[in-house]
């Protein structure tokens, strides 16, 4: 197998790749975005506890303390095992939420709260793994693949957000609706997360597109796809032989960072100015909150929706922004809409409401994906992959911080309409 040289034009499996991208990156946010768009139904549980703040606040410590250990060690962490193990950890705590609303009969309290949490935490541990290894992986494949992948991420808040919008019809007149709603969403999140599981276990790595990256990752000295290639059937005496034969010499963390410190600095203002607006601010300071309203739900679909058609949007080449400077003036203006949600939130009416909501989202997904296919460009295939872990890590640092200052609409604010 050629494990040198440029890629040709067309390899084979590279339109099942990018659907496979795809649903793996739903798979990578589908369960916390469960969570999202389930506030409804913790909130009738526990009114006083905050739930979409709360939980986001767990969930961001254990994902970004995660990313940092793996991270820092990324070129001795196995991609395969890591991903694996992601994918799987989603799925038993997805279905460990049922299990906890079946076994408590769907009742409040701060002991099932605390479950919640720990559950939620979860999430945070498995997010790392995956997101992290994902992007490393895919950020020396081909530029669409990564696209593809981050299509997957919105496409799980557009299709969570669809799917409770569904349920809550379904099951508004029926006696305990919201409860069996949400069961039923969550059912279908646990299945989806297993679907993800076989496709990267044994699917993606049989590809031949996905074995020609690998092989030529490894012939560039990567030690993390090693397992990858083995699964796809590579014998160990050819890995063996592309690691004798690989140039050690790379670029330590330290100096992909100082070379990409303004992409690491434009993701974490991504995320720093989203997750501060959402959803917290979205499900309790956009007017009294009712329990069983439809309005938060419509905001956070319309986020949904436009973050995904947003993430799509550069693949119109001529509107896809590349400017290292324009990057970094396009996403210091988003800042902008901190004092237009509120005094929209204090003095507009919805339709304001819903129009900011849907450029936040539109914007949110547009940015990150072009700088995310933007930063790996010239860098080897092991460089790559520790680059694409630091995006993640500054990614997360950017929702972590976004969450943290998420509280001070609560604290604050006394914006309502």
């Known amino acids: 197998m050629t494990t040198s040289g440029e890629a040709p034009d067309r ?9 496979v991208c795809w649903f793996l990156g739903l798979g ?3 369960s916390w975005n469960s969570m999202l768009t389930i506030g409804d139904y913790y909130y009738q549980l526990f009114p006083h506890y905050h739930p979409s703040r709360v939980l986001t606040l767990v969930y961001q410590p254990f994902a970004l303390g995660t990313m940092a250990i793996l991270a820092y060690n990324e070129s ?10 992601g994918y799987i950890l989603f799925c038993l705590s997805t279905f460990a939420l049922i299990v906890l609303d079946l076994a408590t009969s769907g009742k409040g309290g701060i002991g099932n709260y605390i479950g919640i949490c720990a559950f939620v935490g979860a999430f945070g541990v498995a997010d790392a793994h995956v997101q992290g290894g994902m992007v490393g992986d895919l950020s020396f494949m081909r530029p669409e693949f990564i696209q593809s992948f981050f299509g997957g991420l919105a496409a799980s808040g557009a299709l969570t957000s669809g799917l409770r919008l569904m349920t ?5 007149n029926s006696e305990n609706g919201l409860r069996k709603g949400t069961m039923l969403f969550l ?7 297993f679907l993800c599981i076989f496709l990267y276990a044994f699917v993606f790595p049989k590809l031949p597109v996905v074995k020609y990256y690998r092989s030529k990752a490894a012939s560039e000295g990567s030690k993390t796809v090693t397992c990858d290639l083995a699964a796809a059937g590579i014998q160990k005496q050819e890995i063996q032989k592309a690691d004798d034969d690989a140039n050690p010499q790379r670029l330590t963390t ?27 601010f979205l499900y309790e300071n956009t007017g009294e909150h009712q329990l069983g309203s439809w309005y938060p739900l419509v905001l956070i679909a319309m986020y949904n929706v436009l973050d995904l058609v947003g993430r799509y949007v550069p693949l119109i080449k001529f509107i896809k922004l590349e400017s290292r400077k324009g990057l970094m003036i396009a996403i ?18 919805q339709g304001w409401m819903i129009l900011l909501v849907s450029f936040l989202g539109l914007t949110n997904g547009y940015l990150t994906v072009c700088v995310m296919t933007v930063a790996p460009k010239g860098y080897k295939g092991p460089e790559q992959n520790a680059l694409g872990n630091l995006l993640v890590l500054f990614l997360l ?3 972590f911080a976004g969450v943290a200052l998420d509280w001070l609409w609560l604290i604050g604010s006394t914006a309502k309409f």
């Open 397 to 399: 640092g950017g929702i």
């Open 332 to 349: 210091l203006s988003r800042f902008l809409l901190i004092p237009a949600f509120y005094f929209t939130a204090k003095y507009g009416d």
């Open 187 to 193: 059912g279908i999140s646990t299945f989806l997360e």
């Open 254 to 280: 330290k100096q992909l960072f100082y070379q990409n410190i303004d992409y690491l600095m434009d993701l974490f203002l991504i995320y720093v100015l989203t997750l501060s607006i959402f959803p917290g």
């Open 168 to 172: 809550k019809a379904a099951f508004e």
């Open 11 to 19: 390899l084979e499996g590279t339109v099942l790749a990018t659907l």
């Open 76 to 85: 001795k962490v196995d991609t395969r095992k890591r991903n694996i193990a």
């Open 28 to 30: 990578s946010l589908v």
